[in-house]
């Protein structure tokens, strides 16, 4: 979504459709990195961080935090996703 937004900004000239598509992407991008910068677990969060906002793959995010097991980096991105979800409910953006 966030790639949508930055490349319809980009353009002169946009139609109706896409500047709508535009405003909803750039509304629940925003509320997404929100959610995860309010993650109050730090490793978490950065898992969080590094798997969906900067766009790595799951090796890639192992591969970074190799300190930790794949278990444990499984375990933090589900309990980062249940995190991100509750706040997006809660701001009513799902």
Do not use: C, H, P, Q
């Amino acid at each position: 979504m966030r790639k949508t937004v930055d490349s319809l900004s980009a353009r002169n000239a946009i139609g109706e459709k896409e500047r709508l598509v535009m405003e909803e992407y750039r509304r629940k991008t925003e509320a997404v990195e929100m959610a995860v910068s309010l993650i109050m677990d730090d490793n978490v969060r950065r898992v969080m961080e590094f798997r969906f906002i900067r766009g790595n793959t799951r090796w890639g995010t192992v591969s970074r935090f190799s300190s930790i097991t794949d278990r444990s980096v499984d375990r933090r991105i589900v309990r980062g996703v249940e995190s991100v979800a509750e706040t997006l409910k809660l701001i009513g953006v799902i």
